[in-house]
């Protein structure tokens, strides 16, 4: 049972997001830290910000699951937990 278009969003999200990973066109941007490619520059730059050299800032209160975006942690949540909390 869904209970809110919210949550769908949020875990397509996710699944976006961990597909850009893996994705491996002719044209990417790669970083030059760690080495991961993205497709979208807007992708690299948020890693670059967010991820990059970071390590993960959010702990999910249901199991050991950690994230370093926010974006994917919610979506961790509504897919494993399916229940939002107040971030
Ligand atoms: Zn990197
Ligand atoms: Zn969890």
């Known amino acids: 049972?869904?209970?809110?278009?919210?949550l769908v969003q949020g875990a397509l999200e996710d699944v976006m997001l961990f597909g850009e990973e893996c994705y491996k066109p002719s044209e990417t941007f790669?970083?030059?830290?760690?080495?991961?490619?993205?497709?979208?520059k807007g992708n690299l730059q948020a890693h670059l910000k967010f991820e990059c050299g970071k390590k993960p800032s959010l702990q999910c209160p249901h199991c050991s699951y950690?994230?370093?975006q926010r974006s994917n942690f919610k979506g961790h949540i509504a897919l494993r937990h399916f229940k939002p909390i107040d971030l």
């Open 66 to 68: 950690r994230a370093k």
């Open 1 to 6: 049972m869904r209970s809110s278009v919210i």
């Open 30 to 40: 790669k970083c030059q830290k760690c080495g991961k490619m993205y497709r979208y």
